[in-house]
């Protein structure tokens, strides 16, 4: 799967431009890299989207690289950002990353899991083939086989992959992948797993739909 269109879109209405750093993403940097001289550090985001994670990585002086599908969003963070522009790229990371660049952490956060399972076996061995030995892989807010939302949709080439998921906070923006613990352990089989978490979180309007997902962090042996 290429980028989805959906989500061009839902930047030009400006319904996804999240603009604050992930707390996730913060708090696993800090705990993988305590140092406070991480100037050599090379971090590659996939999905970089509007940009809400720059401004730390900038404030820690690290050699920031930011891929993401839309062309819309890259050239607003170019704007944004002139100083890193050439380490912004558009590309589909599903195909291939384009620099020879090799990375001591790449950073994704709910992108890859938004792809069918080709795309993201795919996506996970370009990744692997852009870290250095021993780097690492954050994988945050994948989606998971407990989410309420799983039963809905279409099937889109296999059966945990959904698309057209009306009705739905995953409603208008393409496919969706959910994992059970057994997959995310299968796609990350040539890696060395540090901590996989499970998180849960349960609405309390209505319904109280659940909506779940994976932390991954992997380190690449070789």
Not at 42 to 57: H, Q, T, Y
Not at 73 to 96: G, Q
Request: charged share 30%; hydrophobic share 35%.
């Amino acid at each position: 799967m290429s980028f989805s269109n959906a989500w061009n879109k839902l930047y030009f209405n400006k319904t996804n431009l999240s603009i604050w750093p992930w707390s996730e993403v913060i708090s696993l940097y800090f705990n993988n890299f305590p140092k406070k001289n991480n100037k050599k550090i090379k971090i590659l985001e996939l999905g970089c989207g509007a940009g809400a994670n720059i401004p730390l990585f900038l404030e820690q002086k690290v050699d920031y690289y930011g891929l993401d599908g839309s062309e819309l969003v890259i050239n607003f963070l170019k704007k944004k950002y002139p100083k890193i522009k050439k380490k912004l790229f558009v590309a589909d990371f599903t195909k291939n990353i384009p620099t020879d660049k090799k990375f001591d952490l790449i950073i994704d956060r709910a992108a890859i899991t938004c792809n069918k399972r080709s795309s993201i076996i795919r996506s996970i061995s370009n990744l692997e083939q852009k870290l250095n030995k021993k780097g690492l892989f954050f994988g945050i807010d994948w989606y998971s086989t407990l989410t309420t939302d799983f039963k809905k949709g279409v099937i889109d080439e296999d059966r945990n992959t959904k698309k057209d998921m009306k009705n739905s906070i995953f409603s208008n923006a393409g496919s969706f992948h959910f994992s059970s613990k057994k997959m995310m352990l299968n796609y990350f089989k040539k890696f060395r797993v540090i901590s996989l978490k499970h998180k849960i979180e349960i609405s309390e309007k209505g319904k109280k739909d659940k909506l779940a997902t994976w932390t991954i962090v992997a380190e690449k042996k070789n």
